[in-house]
């Protein structure tokens, strides 16, 4: 006997949203652990530290005057040593990294939590309270562009759903953003605690 058509039209309505969640990106994490990271170079304000990321996709951490930034990924020479993408305030990077990855796996975004060192007005120094924290999502270099950078932020204090809207705009961001002339922008509410952003690129970019 012959189903019903009614059958076949919800049978045929539901395989397409099953196809495309089968096709949807995904996360994968990595811990960020700077005592095991190897030192590329170091001076009096800091230093540069090569991490290992995910599936070969190596974390490039710099740090100087109490101010990090990090690049991801295959990220060329000129933007290893010439980028410093932080904040105006003292500030320090989670330890948990989440991959987005497309559906061939291949990482192609970040989305890292930066604590953000506000200054308490009455305590005259950052306290628990006064911290700020911010999703940075970035964008990760691959081996045939070199270009990673920041593509935006997201203050987690601000909004609720502060994860989501990271990954939406990484996915939906970050693969077409044009390092070096892009501007990175925030997402979602900004609350006072976040920070401002500052930006070191180089003159001479690939």
């Not at 190897?38 to 800091?46: L, S």
């Amino acid at each position: 006997m012959k189903p019903p058509i009614f059958t076949l039209l919800a049978a045929a309505l539901i395989w397409p949203v099953i196809t495309h969640a089968a096709q949807a990106n995904d996360s994968a994490y990595t811990d960020l652990d700077l005592d095991k990271c190897r030192t590329v170079a170091e001076d009096e304000m800091g230093a540069s530290l090569l991490c290992r990321g995910y599936a070969g996709y190596d974390v490039h951490f710099a740090e100087s005057d109490l101010r990090q930034s990090i690049l991801y990924g295959a990220v060329d020479k000129i933007l290893e040593n010439e980028v410093f993408e932080s904040f105006e305030v003292f500030n320090h990077v989670g330890s948990k990294i989440e991959w987005r990855r497309d559906t061939t796996g291949t990482p192609f975004a970040t989305i890292l939590r930066w604590f953000t060192e506000n200054v308490d007005d009455q305590a005259g120094m950052p306290t628990k309270e006064s911290t700020g924290q911010v999703l940075v999502i970035s964008r990760v270099a691959q081996p045939g562009d070199g270009l990673g950078c920041v593509v935006g932020y997201v203050d987690a204090l601000s909004n609720p759903d502060a994860n989501e809207l990271a990954r939406k705009v990484a996915d939906e961001q970050a693969q077409d953003f044009a390092c070096g002339r892009d501007k990175s922008t925030w997402f979602g509410k900004r609350g006072d605690k976040s920070g401002e952003p500052t930006y070191v690129w180089p003159e001479t970019s690939p």
